[in-house]
C-alpha cells in the first residue's frame, strides 16, 4: 500500500498540522510516512501546502509531481493541483470560496462542506479535523485508533484536553463527505 | 525496540547532538535550519547533559566560538545556511589550518547573495573546493534522510576528532524541513576532562608542569615550516580519501545508464529511477555519501559498464565537474537540475535523462 496525498490551502487553515497527525497516525501504524512543506515566507493568508506520503515500503522521494490523492482548501490550491491528480485519482474539496469547481472526468471526486460545518459545530478550529474525517471516510488506510493516537503525539500536552473535540469533528467529517463525480 | 519519533531533520540534528554527547552549539538563526537551534533551546540539554547551547551575536561570532571550544579538546558544532555559512568561511579555514575537530552543518538555500530560502545544492564548491583560502579540505557528509541527519552527528564527530578537521554536514532545505520517523541512539555521556587530556593530548587544557606547552594556531612565518605543514595537511587528506568514501548504489548492477546525486536529488531520484525501469529503460543511481572524499574510483569503476551519466543536483551543475574527472571523460556525463530554490520533480528528471542522454544515444 502506497498513499501519495497533497494537502493545499490557506496557511492558518491547519494544512501542515492535518498533514502531520496523518503522517502520525501511519507512524503508530507501523508504516514508512514523510511530511514535505512547501514552506515558504510563512504568513497567515498565504497558500500552504504539504505533501504526505504513507506507506507499506521505503518512501523514495518525498517531492512528486503527481499525487493519488489531493485535498484542495481554497481556488489557487484548486488551478494548481487539479491537474496534478492520477488518473483514478481523489480530489477532495472544500465548496467555500471555490468559484470554479473541478472538471477532471477521469477522477474520483468529493465534496466536504468542512467551513461550514465547523462554524455550525461553533470549533472553527476543528476545521482541518472535519476534512481529515472526510478524507478517512473516502480512503481508510490508517485505523481510526492509530489517528486518535497520532493526534495525541502531535498535540503538545497542554493541549491534549481539546482531543475529545478534534475526535468529534473526525467522526463528523465521515459523516458530511458527499461524492460529486466518479472516474 | 528504541522509540520512533516523527521529525524535522533539523529537529533531529538537535536531538542528536544532545545524545552524542556534544558539549556546545554555538549558531544563529536563518531559514531553513533556525529549528536546530529553536529544538536545542526547548530541550534545555544544560540542565541535562550540562551541554552549551548559545545564541551568538553573529555566524563569525558563532564559528570563532567554535574554534575556541574545539581547542580545548571540546565537541562543538555551529548550523547555518548558505549565507550565514559564507561568514563563516574565514573561521572554518583557520580551524581547518590550526587542525581543529569541529562539526558544522550546512541547511543550503537558494544562492547567490541573501537569495532565497528555499531548497538548493548549490555551495557544492564552496564546501568541497575551499570555501576560504590556502589548501585545506572539509571532510563533508550529504545526508538524504531525517534518520542519516540524526546518525551523520555523532559519525561526523567520529571523523572530525580521528583526523583533526572541520567536518561538514552538508544538507538543503528539504532535508532539513521534511519529516520523516527517526530512531535516536542513547545518550552518551560527554567527555571527561581526564578523558580528554589522556586522548587529545594537543588541546589546550591547562599546562602542567611535566609537558610542553600545547599552542593551537595557524600562523608559520617561515615559509619552509608552512611548507612541511602543508605536506603534513596533505598526507592526511590523502589518508583520508583512502579511508572514508561512503556511497551507495541503487539498481546499478544491470544499468546502462546512471543517474548521480546526492541529498535530497538522491530521494527524488530514486522514484525516477523507479519511473524509468517502468518505462523499461535500464537506469540505476549512485549516490555519493561523503562528497569530499569524493568516491572517484567508484564512479570510475560503473563508466565501465554504463553509456552515461547523468548528475543531478539543485545547482546549475556543480558535482558534475568531480563525475567528469572521476570518470575522465570517457562516457557521456551530462547535468540536470533545477536550481535557485525551484526542486526538480522526478517526472523531470526521467525527461532530462532521455533527452539529455538516450536520445543522444540513438
Known amino acids: ?38 514552506y515558504g515566507p510563512e504568513m497567515r493568508g498565504g497558500t500552504a501546502n504539504v505533501t504526505v506520503i504513507l506507506s507499506d515500503d ?55 462542506d468542512a467551513t461550514a460545518e465547523a462554524a455550525r459545530m461553533h470549533a472553527v478550529k476543528t476545521f482541518n479535523m472535519i476534512v481529515l474525517g472526510g478524507y478517512l471516510k473516502v480512503k481508510p488506510i490508517v485505523k481510526m485508533e492509530n489517528v486518535i493516537a497520532g493526534l495525541k503525539k502531535s498535540l503538545p500536552e497542554r493541549h491534549h484536553h481539546l482531543i475529545p473535540m478534534n475526535e468529534k469533528a473526525i467522526t463528523r467529517g465521515t459523516e458530511c463527505i458527499n461524492q460529486v463525480s466518479e472516474a | ?46 540542565d541535562s547533559t550540562g551541554m552549551v547551547v548559545l545564541q551568538a551575536e553573529s555566524e563569525t561570532a558563532s564559528i570563532n566560538m567554535v574554534y575556541g571550544g574545539a581547542g580545548c579538546g571540546k565537541r562543538v558544532m555551529t548550523s547555518s545556511s548558505s549565507p550565514g555559512v559564507s561568514l563563516m568561511q574565514e ?37 568541497v573546493k575551499g570555501g576560504g583560502h590556502g589548501d585545506y579540505k572539509l571532510i563533508t557528509l550529504a545526508p538524504a534522510s531525517v534518520q542519516e541527519m540524526a546518525d551523520f552527528v555523532e559519525l561526523s564527530f567520529d571523523l572530525a576528532f580521528k583526523y583533526r578537521n572541520p567536518v561538514m554536514i552538508l544538507s538543503d532545505g528539504v532535508i532539513g524541513q521534511m519529516m520523516e520517523k527517526v530512531e535516536l541512539s542513547e545518550q ?35 615559509a619552509s615550516v608552512q611548507e612541511a605543514f602543508n605536506h603534513k595537511l596533505q598526507a592526511k587528506y590523502r589518508s583520508v580519501e583512502e579511508n572514508e568514501v561512503r556511497y551507495e548504489e541503487v539498481m546499478c548492477d544491470d544499468a546502462d545508464y546512471i543517474i548521480v546525486a546526492y541529498g535530497s536529488s538522491a530521494r527524488i531520484c530514486q522514484k525516477s529511477i523507479e519511473i524509468a525501469r517502468e518505462k523499461g ?51 557521456p556525463v551530462e547535468h540536470f537540475g533545477r536550481f535557485g530554490g525551484s526542486v526538480h520533480s522526478p517526472g523531470e528528471v526521467v525527461e532530462a535523462l532521455e533527452q539529455k542522454l538516450i536520445g543522444g544515444d540513438k
Open chain 1, 1 to 38: 500500500m502506497k498513499e501519495e496525498i497533497i494537502i493545499a490551502g490557506f496557511g492558518g487553515q491547519g494544512v501542515l498540522s492535518m498533514g502531520k497527525i496523518l503522517a502520525y497516525s501511519g507512524v503508530m501504524q507501523d508504516m514508512e510516512v514523510s511530511w514535505m512543506p512547501a
Open chain 1, 58 to 112: 521505503r518512501i523514495s522521494s518525498p517531492i512528486l509531481h503527481e499525487y493519488d490523492t489531493a485535498i484542495i482548501l481554497n481556488q489557487q490550491s484548486m488551478d494548481k493541483f487539479e491537474s496534478d491528480i492520477k488518473p483514478g485519482g481523489t480530489l477532495i474539496y472544500d465548496g467555500n470560496g471555490i468559484t470554479r469547481h473541478p472538471e477532471r472526468t477521469d477522477i474520483n471526486i468529493y465534496r466536504i
Open chain 2, 1 to 46: 525496540m528504541r522509540e520512533l519519533k516523527l521529525m524535522k531533520g533539523n529537529e533531529a540534528i538537535a536531538e542528536a547532538a544532545i545524545r552524542a554527547g556534544v558539549d556546545g552549539y554555538f549558531g544563529y538563526p536563518i531559514t531553513p535550519q533556525s529549528e536546530v537551534m529553536e529544538t536545542l533551546m526547548a530541550l534545555r540539554p544544560w
Open chain 2, 91 to 127: 573561521g572554518l579555514t583557520y580551524l581547518a589550518g590550526a587542525e581543529l575537530p569541529c562539526v558544522v552543518v550546512n541547511v543550503v538555500r537558494g544562492g547567490p547573495g541573501l537569495g532565497t530560502i528555499q531548497p538548493a545544492q548549490s555551495d557544492y564548491f564552496q564546501t
Open chain 2, 188 to 222: 552518551k555521556p560527554r567527555w571527561t576532562a581526564e578523558y580528554i587530556e589522556e586522548n587529545h593530548t594537543w588541546a589546550t587544557t591547562g599546562k602542567k608542569a611535566n609537558r610542553e606547552k600545547n599552542i593551537i594556531t595557524s600562523v608559520q612565518l617561515e
Open chain 2, 281 to 331: 529503460i535500464k537506469v540505476g543511481m549512485f549516490r555519493p555519501i561523503t562528497l569530499y572524499p569524493f568516491p572517484t574510483e567508484q564512479l570510475m569503476k560503473r563508466a565501465k559498464q554504463v553509456k552515461g551519466m547523468l548528475s543531478v543536483e539543485m545547482s546549475a551543475g556543480q558535482m558534475v565537474e568531480d563525475v567528469k574527472l572521476a570518470v575522465e571523460c570517457s562516457i
